[in-house]
């Protein structure tokens, strides 16, 4: 059973601070990597993708592999209330889902 | 360009019972999956195709059928409804460009309970 795994939170930061989520993969062959953003009650959207061990930066975002560790992770620098939502790590090109991680900024 | 349209949006049903949650999109694509999430859980792979008269069998496809007769519709259908059938379901799609970036276009989603 191929896996992914996220700590489901909920994660809560101070607007302005750096928020950092994480998730794990159990399929060690596993080669593409997804960020996706889903809000309250609405379908997800892609936040982010990551093929290449490092960091991948757009905008606020930056998305870290390391498949040797079999992570990923996403942080969001300097969060926004507009950012408080549930973040989905997606694997591979069938986007095997993890649980989510609800994140919520603070004003 | 209205993307990924599937209805209904809400659906009671009684056990036992059968009905098809239809998907449409109009962008063309080959890629079309069906997913569904149960509260507080990710996303879980039905059926996907990749093309009219081709499906395959995703992570969950017990209990549900689906069919790809044109590029454009893709629907679900549940045979004998069970209360494990309870779930949010969203289709979406993507096509040969997109689908190395993961970007799916997902629909609004069809809110299914089974009493």
């Known amino acids: 059973q191929k896996e992914v795994e996220q700590n489901s939170g909920p994660l809560s930061v101070p607007e302005g601070a750096i928020a950092s989520l994480n998730c794990t993969y159990s399929d060690r062959g596993s080669q593409s990597f997804f960020w996706y953003r889903q809000y309250s009650g609405k379908s997800p959207e892609l936040i982010m993708f990551i093929y290449s061990n490092g960091d991948k930066e757009d905008g606020r975002f930056t998305a870290q592999l390391n498949k040797a560790s079999q992570y990923v992770s996403l942080l969001i620098r300097d969060s926004q209330p507009s950012d408080s939502a549930t973040y989905l790590c997606a694997v591979n090109l069938l986007l095997t889902f993890g649980t989510g991680t609800s994140l919520t900024v603070i004003p | 360009n209205a993307g990924v349209t599937q209805t209904p949006k809400f659906r009671i049903l009684k056990i036992g019972q059968s009905m098809t949650l239809q998907c449409t999109q109009d962008?063309?694509?080959?890629?079309m999956y069906w997913y569904r999430q149960d509260p507080g859980m990710g996303l879980k792979l039905i059926y996907y195709?990749?093309?009219?008269?081709?499906?395959d069998k995703g992570e969950v496809p017990n209990g549900y059928n689906v069919s790809r007769s044109t590029t454009e519709d893709f629907p679900l259908r549940l045979e004998l409804a069970a209360p494990s059938q309870t779930s949010v379901y969203f289709c979406?799609?993507?096509?040969?460009?997109?689908?190395?970036?993961?970007?799916?276009?997902f629909g609004e989603g069809s809110r299914l309970t089974v009493l």
């Open positions: 962008m063309n694509h080959n890629y």
């Open positions: 195709s990749v093309g009219a008269g081709i499906t």
């Open positions: 979406a799609s993507s096509n040969a460009g997109t689908v190395d970036t993961g970007e799916l276009f």
